[in-house]
Structure formats: structure tokens, C-alpha cells
């Protein structure tokens, strides 16, 4: 009896799983849909009738930081591992009543970090420590919670405002379609033709029932290599009232935050289109490295004996996350308006009176706009 | 009646070397679980789920489990399995089996039948031994979940159980695995050393941020994905995932070591 054909089995198998796996994932086609007008697309984003959705969405960044290992990071979920590497999110929104009620869920290996938002009021949620922190919501959690989300992210590019101050600098084209969760999707593509930005292109899937945006990446320019990539990955138009609730479970540590002085320090937005910037007052970033990763309330001990001298080895005491962070300071350029950090996408400026800017722009735009915004300063 | 799959089966549970990995298995949620009690867990310091335990003994369960997967359980149900056919090849036994006058594709699903019960048996092992060293220890009450939601203790026994099988579906995919490798050679401590070295560097590959494209495809990359379960709502996506790649694994593995075991020139 020949038994040499038995070998050709297992080569067989691997080749039904690979075909199987390549059909089903090829599946996600492009459906046929009634053509719509560019002006009628942007118009469905803006007058979107949907005021509740919950659904798991796949956030992937790549803005130029280095990924941190899944081994040696030891403080489970945290939002700042947001920037950079690939992410799991469910978020929960409902607005039915008027009020903003969210939750942006981060799923990482055996913990979570939830930010649950009840119009004004915010908790923020981190298993790991089992801590709960109550506060209101201040400029950095909308910035966060605009993220997180395909829907918040793409009003960033396509919004009523990005359009009105973008408009005459952009080519928008439509035609394409696709499929995103399983609902038949027309596709915008955004093109800024302003010099000085270092967004390449946009693409956004809009659910061409809803209108609501269901996947939006961002290339850089000249890369075909997606910095920005946020889609949903499931998705339904309800949001559960009891997952939009928070109540610190037995055994927490609570910790009540102060309300942020948002008169001291206001989120602005400086210049327009494209390479308009975002600026923040009262940025220390060696105190902000500082304070990551460090518990909230007790200051940790000094290391003693060996800790010690692995420590000093070191050089840079800290996570990962600090590391790469002080390197990523100390890698940037000193220019007279202060210091310039940039990536393939961000570009950011730390000036000396503890002011933040942040752009897509180029190093070099941006260093205007600051410098701009500086002279406007002087002169009021 | 004896059957082809009870003897496999009590040859697998009466081999003293087995019995003893079980027997570890058992010692070590109750070595956390005393380390805890004596010693306690300061906040911030080893995963977080075993700062819970203090303060539910149910948690041992997860904690034990989240603790062993990454590389105890996979090892021990690993090398059992990489035993099944090399061992028999090695002392001699395999040929005597063969004599029976049972075809041998029945024998080799016997065996793959044998490791994969001691998958069950090694994850239960551990899952029960916390379970009793945390009840005793340990004070058990309603469940915190991943994402701040209290459910009550029984609802949270059912959810112990659902993990519990999870991660004895991860730990059969090892099982059927290690068992390939054991039809591949004719020296057990290859096959050992071939299924360990699979399975770490498996993990290794998974911890890489470059090779992300494979990741997902790894057998190792969502052992962990069992704590989906305790969230709110439970997030199936990455544990269905994960129980098709080991589905994959096993078919392939299976065939493999169906094809070499039917083929391969014994009777030396």
C-alpha cells in the first residue's frame, strides 16, 4: 500500500485554512449604493440623525514612536499607551437627551481603563489599581475621548468647522464604496493642498444609512503607511443606559479631583486650516514625565541595595513609557520659540513660559504659527 | 470493557512522572494564595489581578490561571503529551501497541484522546485548587469586574467556569501540538525539548511589536484573552479568535501527526 500521499494531508489542510481564512476576509467588498453628490456626503456626515451608538473599534497608531513591548509594561491599561501601537476600544454614546453621556472603554490584556462621562461629570476607571478617580471634564479628556472614537475623530477632518475653514484648500473626492462592521459604506477622501501640513490624505467610510463615520485613517504625506487608523469593528445604533453609569465598586480607592482651572489655562486654537494648532498654557513636560507612572498618593520608596545600583545602571529611572519620553525631549530641536518635537504626523512646540502647541504641521509652519500667535500676544 | 481509549487513559493518569506535574499544579494557586495571606500585595506591584485576591478569594481562580498560562500549564500539558508516542517508541512499548489488533488511527486518536484529557485535567486542577485555597484563605464575595461593574458571587462562579473551559480549549491546542512533535521523533526528550522550545517562542514572537503581522496568527498570542469575560458587556471578539486559531492548530497538527504516524515505517 503506498502512504507516501498521506503526507500530502497536512499540506492539504494548511491550504483549505489559508484559502478558507483569505475568502473571509476577502469578503469585505465594495457594495453597490446609490451615487451621491460630494456636497450631499459631507452634508449626511453633518446632519447625521444618530444620537446613541455602542461598538468595539480598533485603533491603531503610528505617529513615529517607538512601540513599547507588551512585556515590561507593568501598569496594565493606561490611555497614554494611546500613543502609539494597536488598541481595543469599546465606546458607548448617547445623546439622546441632550446631555453627553460616553464611555470610552480601553480593553488591554487582563485589565481596563475606563473613561465614563456624564455631561459634566467624569469618572476615570483604571482595574489595575482599582482606582477610581472623580472629576469634571476638562479640555485633555475631550481631546482623548475624540480620539477614541471613528465618529468624534472624523469631525476633527470633516466636521462643519474643519470645513468651513478648510474648504479652500482641499480636494474632496467620493465614488468609492466599502464595508465597515458589516454596513455598506460610501467612502470621502480628504486631500489638503496647503503647504506646511503633514497630513498626506484622509479617508473616511460614512455608513450610508446613518451617516455616521465608521472608520477614519490618516496618512501622512508621502506615505502610503497610515499614522491614524480607527474603525469599528462591530457596531449598533443602541447605547445600554447601565453601561453609561458609574458607580465605584466596593473596595476602591476614590480619589475626588480637583476641577482644573480652565481660566488659567485654556485650550485654544491658533490659525486656521490645515495647519491650524491647538495651544495649552501651564505645560511643564519634565513634570508631566515625572508624574507618570508614579501612584497618585504616596511617593514611592527610594531603592535600596541592588535596586539601587540597577537604577543608577539605568540612567533613566522609570517605565518604558518615561524613557521614551525624556529621549524623545531630549531628541528635540532648540529654535528661539522654544522647543520643537516633531513626527511623521505631529509636530509640537514647548516654550519656554510652559505653553504647548500642537499641529499637523510641519516643524517649520508651526514654529510661524507660534511665533504669530506670540507677536499677537505683544501687541494686545 | 477495555477499550483502546482506556488504556491510554489510565496509562496517562497512572504514570507516577504525571501524577506529579498534577500534584504541582495543585501547590501552586495555594503557594499564591498563602504568599498573599503572610505576606500581602502591596497596590501597583504584580499583576492586578492578584492585588484582588486579599480581598476575594475567587480571584485566586483568575489570578492562578492568568498567573500559569503563559507557561506552567502549557509546559506540563506539553510535555505529556510530547510523551505519548516517543516515549512508547523509546522503551519499546509502541511496538507491542502495534501488535494489537487495533488499526492505527484509532491508537493515535486514543492517544490524542489521552493528552487532551490531561489538558482538562491539568486546567481544572489548577482552577479547583484556587478555588479551595481562596475559599479557605480568603473571604468570597460579589465580583468587581475588569470594568468596575459589581456582578453577584454566583453569577461570577458561572463566569469561573466559562474561563475555566477557555483556557482548557488553549491548553488542548498544546496538547494536540505536542503530540505532533511526539509522532515526529523517536526520543522523548526531543520531543520535550522540541514542544518547550515551540512554545516559548511562540511567546517571544508575540511580544516582538515588529513582528505584529504574524501575531495574530501565533497560538500562544490570546491565552489571556479569557479576562474578556470579565468584562462588561463580555467581549467575545478576541476569545473566538483565539479558539479558532487553536482549532486550526489541532486540525493541522492532527493530520500531521495522523500522516506520519500511519505512514512511518515501525516495525523495526
Same mark, same amino acid.
Given at each position: 500500500? @503506498?502512504? @507516501?500521499?498521506?503526507?500530502?494531508?497536512?499540506?492539504?489542510?494548511?491550504?483549505?485554512?489559508?484559502?478558507?481564512?483569505?475568502?473571509?476576509?476577502?469578503?469585505?467588498?465594495?457594495?453597490?449604493?446609490?451615487?451621491?453628490?460630494?456636497?450631499?456626503?459631507?452634508?449626511?456626515?453633518?446632519?447625521?440623525?444618530?444620537?446613541?451608538?455602542?461598538?468595539?473599534?480598533?485603533?491603531?497608531?503610528?505617529?513615529?514612536?517607538?512601540?513599547?513591548?507588551?512585556?515590561?509594561?507593568?501598569?496594565?491599561?493606561?490611555?497614554?499607551?494611546?500613543?502609539?501601537?494597536?488598541?481595543?476600544?469599546?465606546?458607548?454614546?448617547?445623546?439622546?437627551?441632550?446631555?453627553?453621556?460616553?464611555?470610552?472603554?480601553?480593553?488591554?490584556?487582563?485589565?481596563?481603563?475606563?473613561?465614563?462621562?456624564?455631561?459634566?461629570?467624569?469618572?476615570?476607571?483604571?482595574?489595575?489599581?482599582?482606582?477610581?478617580?472623580?472629576?469634571?471634564?476638562?479640555?485633555?479628556?475631550?481631546?482623548?475621548?475624540?480620539?477614541?472614537?471613528?465618529?468624534?475623530?472624523?469631525?476633527?477632518?470633516?466636521?462643519?468647522?474643519?470645513?468651513?475653514?478648510?474648504?479652500?484648500?482641499?480636494?474632496?473626492?467620493?465614488?468609492?464604496?466599502?464595508?465597515?462592521?458589516?454596513?455598506?459604506? &460610501?467612502?470621502?477622501?480628504?486631500?489638503? @493642498?496647503?503647504?506646511?501640513?503633514?497630513?498626506?490624505?484622509?479617508?473616511?467610510?460614512?455608513?450610508?444609512?446613518?451617516?455616521?463615520?465608521?472608520?477614519?485613517?490618516? &496618512?501622512?504625506?508621502?506615505?502610503?503607511?497610515?499614522?491614524?487608523?480607527?474603525?469599528?469593528?462591530?457596531?449598533? &445604533?443602541?447605547?445600554?443606559?447601565?453601561?453609561?453609569?458609574?458607580?465605584?465598586?466596593?473596595?476602591?480607592?476614590?480619589?475626588?479631583?480637583?476641577?482644573?482651572?480652565?481660566?488659567?489655562?485654556?485650550?485654544?486654537?491658533?490659525?486656521?486650516?490645515?495647519?491650524?494648532?491647538?495651544?495649552?498654557?501651564?505645560?511643564?513636560?519634565?513634570?508631566?514625565?515625572?508624574?507618570?507612572?508614579?501612584?497618585?498618593?504616596?511617593?514611592?520608596?527610594?531603592?535600596?541595595?541592588?535596586?539601587?545600583?540597577?537604577?543608577?545602571?539605568?540612567?533613566?529611572?522609570?517605565?518604558?513609557?518615561?524613557?521614551?519620553?525624556?529621549?524623545?525631549?531630549?531628541?528635540?530641536?532648540?529654535?528661539?520659540?522654544?522647543?520643537?518635537?516633531? @513626527?511623521?504626523?505631529?509636530?509640537?512646540?514647548?516654550?519656554?513660559?510652559?505653553?504647548? &502647541?500642537?499641529?499637523?504641521?510641519?516643524?517649520?509652519?508651526?514654529?510661524?504659527?507660534?511665533?504669530?500667535?506670540?507677536?499677537?500676544?505683544?501687541?494686545? | 470493557?477495555?477499550?483502546?481509549?482506556?488504556?491510554?487513559?489510565?496509562?496517562?493518569?497512572?504514570?507516577?512522572?504525571?501524577?506529579?506535574?498534577?500534584?504541582?499544579?495543585?501547590?501552586?494557586?495555594?503557594?499564591?494564595?498563602?504568599?498573599?495571606? *503572610?505576606?500581602?500585595?502591596?497596590?501597583?506591584?504584580?499583576?492586578?489581578?492578584?492585588?484582588?485576591?486579599?480581598?476575594?478569594?475567587?480571584?485566586?481562580?483568575?489570578?492562578?490561571?492568568?498567573?500559569?498560562?503563559?507557561?506552567?500549564?502549557? *509546559?506540563?500539558?506539553?510535555?505529556?503529551?510530547?510523551?505519548?508516542?516517543?516515549?512508547?517508541?523509546?522503551?519499546?512499548?509502541?511496538?507491542?501497541?502495534?501488535?494489537?489488533? *487495533?488499526?492505527? +488511527?484509532?491508537?493515535?486518536?486514543?492517544?490524542?484522546?489521552?493528552?487532551?484529557?490531561?489538558?482538562?485535567?491539568?486546567?481544572?486542577?489548577?482552577?479547583? +485548587?484556587?478555588?479551595?485555597?481562596?475559599?479557605?484563605?480568603?473571604?468570597?464575595?460579589?465580583?468587581?469586574?475588569?470594568?468596575?461593574?459589581?456582578?453577584?458571587?454566583?453569577?461570577?462562579?458561572?463566569?469561573?467556569?466559562?474561563?475555566?473551559?477557555?483556557?482548557?480549549?488553549?491548553?488542548?491546542?498544546?496538547?494536540?501540538?505536542?503530540?505532533?512533535?511526539?509522532?515526529?521523533?523517536?526520543?522523548?526528550?526531543?520531543?520535550?525539548?522540541?514542544?518547550?522550545?515551540?512554545?516559548?517562542?511562540?511567546?517571544?514572537?508575540?511580544?516582538?511589536?515588529?513582528?505584529?503581522?504574524?501575531?495574530?496568527?501565533?497560538?500562544?498570542?490570546?491565552?489571556?484573552?479569557?479576562?474578556?469575560?470579565?468584562?462588561?458587556?463580555?467581549?467575545?471578539?478576541?476569545?473566538?479568535?483565539?479558539?479558532? *486559531?487553536?482549532?486550526?492548530?489541532?486540525?493541522?497538527?492532527? +493530520?500531521?501527526?495522523?500522516?506520519?504516524?500511519? +505512514?512511518?515505517?515501525?516495525?523495526?
Amino acid at each position: 500500500m @503506498s502512504r @507516501s500521499w498521506r503526507l500530502l494531508t497536512p499540506v492539504a489542510v494548511v491550504a483549505a485554512i489559508v484559502a478558507g481564512t483569505t475568502l473571509v476576509h476577502a469578503s469585505s467588498d465594495a457594495p453597490a449604493l446609490p451615487r451621491i453628490s460630494l456636497i450631499g456626503l459631507v452634508q449626511k456626515v453633518g446632519n447625521s440623525p444618530t444620537r446613541a451608538f455602542s461598538g468595539t473599534v480598533r485603533l491603531s497608531i503610528d505617529i513615529g514612536l517607538p512601540k513599547l513591548p507588551k512585556l515590561g509594561t507593568d501598569g496594565g491599561a493606561d490611555p497614554l499607551r494611546l500613543l502609539s501601537g494597536d488598541h481595543l476600544i469599546r465606546v458607548v454614546a448617547d445623546t439622546t437627551d441632550g446631555e453627553q453621556r460616553e464611555r470610552v472603554a480601553l480593553l488591554d490584556t487582563l485589565s481596563e481603563y475606563d473613561i465614563v462621562r456624564d455631561d459634566s461629570e467624569l469618572w476615570l476607571w483604571d482595574s489595575t489599581r482599582q482606582l477610581a478617580r472623580h472629576g469634571s471634564v476638562d479640555a485633555l479628556t475631550e481631546v482623548l475621548l475624540a480620539f477614541a472614537s471613528p465618529a468624534e475623530l472624523a469631525k476633527t477632518f470633516t466636521g462643519p468647522a474643519a470645513i468651513r475653514t478648510a474648504v479652500f484648500d482641499t480636494d474632496y473626492s467620493s465614488g468609492q464604496t466599502t464595508r465597515v462592521a458589516g454596513r455598506d459604506c &460610501y467612502v470621502l477622501r480628504v486631500t489638503p @493642498s496647503s503647504p506646511g501640513t503633514t497630513v498626506g490624505a484622509v479617508r473616511v467610510a460614512v455608513d450610508a444609512a446613518s451617516g455616521v463615520p465608521l472608520s477614519v485613517t490618516v &496618512y501622512p504625506a508621502g506615505s502610503s503607511k497610515p499614522a491614524i487608523q480607527a474603525e469599528f469593528e462591530e457596531l449598533s &445604533y443602541r447605547a445600554d443606559p447601565a453601561e453609561l453609569r458609574f458607580t465605584p465598586p466596593p473596595g476602591a480607592t476614590v480619589v475626588e479631583e480637583k476641577a482644573p482651572d480652565l481660566h488659567e489655562n485654556p485650550v485654544r486654537g491658533v490659525g486656521n486650516g490645515w495647519t491650524a494648532a491647538l495651544a495649552m498654557g501651564g505645560v511643564d513636560p519634565d513634570k508631566l514625565i515625572a508624574g507618570l507612572g508614579t501612584e497618585q498618593s504616596k511617593p514611592k520608596a527610594a531603592p535600596e541595595g541592588t535596586a539601587a545600583v540597577l537604577a543608577a545602571l539605568a540612567g533613566t529611572p522609570g517605565t518604558p513609557l518615561q524613557s521614551y519620553l525624556r529621549m524623545m525631549m531630549a531628541a528635540g530641536q532648540k529654535t528661539p520659540v522654544g522647543l520643537v518635537w516633531s @513626527s511623521r504626523l505631529v509636530s509640537l512646540v514647548f516654550t519656554p513660559d510652559q505653553r504647548l &502647541y500642537g499641529a499637523f504641521a510641519t516643524p517649520d509652519s508651526l514654529v510661524a504659527t507660534v511665533a504669530a500667535d506670540e507677536a499677537g500676544d505683544h501687541r494686545s | 470493557m477495555i477499550t483502546v481509549p482506556s488504556i491510554e487513559l489510565s496509562l496517562t493518569f497512572r504514570r507516577r512522572r504525571n501524577l506529579l506535574i498534577l500534584a504541582v499544579l495543585a501547590l501552586l494557586p495555594v503557594l499564591v494564595g498563602v504568599s498573599v495571606r *503572610v505576606a500581602g500585595i502591596g497596590t501597583g506591584t504584580g499583576t492586578g489581578m492578584l492585588n484582588q485576591v486579599a480581598g476575594n478569594g475567587l480571584f485566586l481562580v483568575f489570578a492562578s490561571l492568568a498567573l500559569t498560562v503563559p507557561l506552567f500549564l502549557p *509546559v506540563a500539558v506539553g510535555a505529556v503529551a510530547a510523551d505519548q508516542v516517543a516515549g512508547d517508541a523509546a522503551d519499546g512499548t509502541l511496538r507491542t501497541v502495534l501488535a494489537w489488533p *487495533v488499526g492505527r +488511527s484509532r491508537l493515535l486518536a486514543a492517544k490524542l484522546l489521552a493528552a487532551v484529557a490531561f489538558a482538562v485535567a491539568a486546567t481544572f486542577t489548577v482552577a479547583l +485548587s484556587a478555588l479551595a485555597a481562596g475559599a479557605a484563605l480568603f473571604p468570597m464575595r460579589d465580583v468587581t469586574l475588569l470594568s468596575g461593574a459589581t456582578i453577584p458571587l454566583s453569577t461570577a462562579f458561572g463566569r469561573a467556569l466559562l474561563i475555566a473551559l477557555v483556557v482548557t480549549c488553549c491548553m488542548a491546542g498544546v496538547a494536540v501540538i505536542g503530540l505532533t512533535i511526539s509522532t515526529l521523533t523517536d526520543s522523548p526528550a526531543t520531543a520535550l525539548a522540541g514542544t518547550v522550545a515551540l512554545i516559548v517562542a511562540a511567546e517571544i514572537a508575540g511580544s516582538l511589536p515588529q513582528l505584529d503581522a504574524v501575531q495574530p496568527w501565533l497560538f500562544s498570542e490570546d491565552w489571556l484573552a479569557f479576562a474578556d469575560l470579565l468584562r462588561t458587556p463580555v467581549y467575545w471578539g478576541t476569545i473566538t479568535h483565539s479558539l479558532w *486559531v487553536q482549532a486550526g492548530y489541532a486540525v493541522v497538527g492532527a +493530520s500531521l501527526a495522523w500522516a506520519r504516524f500511519t +505512514s512511518r515505517d515501525l516495525a523495526l
